[in-house]
Each structure stands twice: as C-alpha cells, then as structure tokens.
C-alpha cells in the first residue's frame, strides 16, 4: 500500500473512532477492509468507479468469501467513500450504485441448554484458571455478554448480591443486565483464586490471566473451542453462540422481545426478531428428527 494511502486509511480510522465513536472491532475491521480494497484497486478515492467495487466483490467471491463477509465490506467502503465525500475530496459516493450482495435469512447456530451444561461442565474448576473459565462461559451464557463485554467486565460494575451486572456494550452504552444464579455463584468461586493484578489498569478488570493482565477474546475463543471439543459438541461455535443460545432459549420459555432486546442490547428490535425463527426453526427440525413418519 502507498504510503499516502497508509496515512488516509490512518486518518481515516480516528474519525470512526472519534467522531463516529464506533465499537474498536468496527473500527478495526473496517480499517483492514478499506485498506485491502484500496491495495488491490491501486487508485486514489477520487479514482475509484462504482465498477472498481463491483469488481472487487466478484473478486472476493471467488475465493469464496461469505455474502456477509462481502456485505461488510461493501459498508466499510461506503463509510470510508462518505468520510471523503465529507472531507471534500470526492464529489459522489461510488457505492451508491453498487447493490449489496443479497443475503438469505440468517439463523445462527444454537447450543441446546444440554449442550451449554455439557461444555461447561468439561471445565476443570479445581485450578485458578479453570476456575475462571468456568466463570467467563456463567457470564458469556448466564447474561447473554459479548466476548468484548466480557473480556472488560469490571468488577465494579459486577452485583453478586443484587444478581445483576453494569454492562459497558457497543457505542458505549450502558445497560443492566440480570445475572443468572449459576453464574453468579461461579464467580464468587473465582474471585478467591483471581491473581494480582498486574497495575493499576488491571485492579478492576474482572477476569485476568496468570500474569494479572486482561484476557484477549482471542484467549476466550480459543477456550470456548477447547471446551466444546472436550464435551463432545461438534458444532462449529464461538463466545457469540453463547450469546445467541441464551436468547434463543429465552424466546422459546416465553420472554417477551423487548425485554430480550434490552438485555442483549440490541439499538434495533428486528435484530432481536432473528430468535423468534431460531427458536421456530429448533422445534421445526426437533419435530422431524422425531416424527413417527421420518424414513
């Protein structure tokens, strides 16, 4: 990449960040997305045609990239492509022409509360970091978190006694959400086994690895992972499944939909609405798999 692009990219990044005041990972992957497509067009803004991402996309097509991937970078482009528009280097948004790749009705994969229990049981939680792991996957199903939400959970934020933690989510906005029993439980095992933080950056930081710094959701990916192959559950999952199952089983033992939107913190109740077909489409398929007519 040419070093004037580095630096639009650069410039680029602070604005998300500041003045859009978007998520880190957004910020990130946007970032990666935009610097990738501006290396492999080899034009400046002012230079790139609504055939320039057209193209792009086919090309991420065929190396099999998702639709939703393709519909990601699409965004970032168009965000990036508004931010000149803004910055007066380009008249037009070349993405305005483009179409978005269309996306079929997306179902996320879901744990049956058998298979939650399963992986979380094949912790060993007699050691300090099982312990914690044990904890981390309370929290990620017991309070439906994301793994960002998780890996920042601040202890000060954490209410054992009241049942409920502070959460800190996407745009920085604040919302209560309620903890489960077991997952309260499992974090007063913890706490006595937590190692001494690292500095004073690390004091209220929950969840910390032996050296008493902050875990990296790559350290709670990889666990999560460990953890489902050790139970047995073969399904392709990460921290968010977690996530996803917790509303899902929500949904299905009748909770209302705003309260669900609420503590997952969702901007938008159609973002929630995907659990209603998750949860039609768990018992659709339980159905068949036990239908007295199945060949």
Not at 192 to 200: D, L
Not at 288 to 293: A, C, F, I, Q, S
Request: one cysteine or more.
């Amino acid at each position: 990449m040419a070093p004037s692009e580095t630096r639009l990219v650069r410039d680029f990044r602070t604005y998300m960040r500041i003045e859009r005041r978007m998520s880190p990972n957004t910020v990130t992957s946007y970032s990666h997305d935009v610097g990738a497509f501006l290396q492999a067009c080899g034009k400046t803004p002012s230079e790139v045609t609504p055939d320039d991402i057209r193209a792009y996309l086919s090309s991420l097509a065929e190396k099999k990239v998702s639709k939703r991937s393709q519909a990601r970078e699409l965004s970032a482009l168009r965000s990036f492509f508004l931010w000149c528009v803004q910055e007066g280097d380009i008249k037009d948004n070349p993405c305005d022409r483009v179409d978005s790749p269309k996306l079929g009705t997306y179902l996320p994969t879901v744990l049956s509360v058998e298979e939650v229990s399963a992986i979380i049981d094949a912790v060993q939680a007699d050691t300090p970091s099982g312990a914690r792991d044990r904890a981390i996957l309370e929290v990620l199903y017991g309070a439906g978190l994301r793994v960002s939400e998780v890996a920042g959970l601040r202890m000060s934020h954490v209410h054992l006694d009241e049942g409920f933690v502070d959460v800190i989510g996407k745009g920085d906005k604040q919302r209560l959400v309620p903890l489960g029993e077991m997952a309260a439980d499992a974090i007063r095992a913890y706490l006595p086994a937590r190692p001494v933080p690292a500095g004073p950056e690390w004091d209220d930081i929950l969840f910390l690895n032996r050296a008493g710094k902050g875990l990296s959701r790559v350290y709670i990916f990889k666990m999560v992972k460990d953890m489902a192959m050790a139970a047995g559950v073969r399904k392709e999952i990460s921290p968010h499944t977690f996530r996803h199952s917790f509303a899902t089983h929500l949904v299905e033992n009748g909770a209302d939909l705003r309260t669900v939107q609420e503590m997952l913190g969702h901007s938008s109740i159609l973002t929630t609405e995907i659990y209603t077909h998750v949860s039609t489409s768990t018992w659709h398929n339980a159905i068949l798999e036990h239908h007295p007519r199945k060949k």
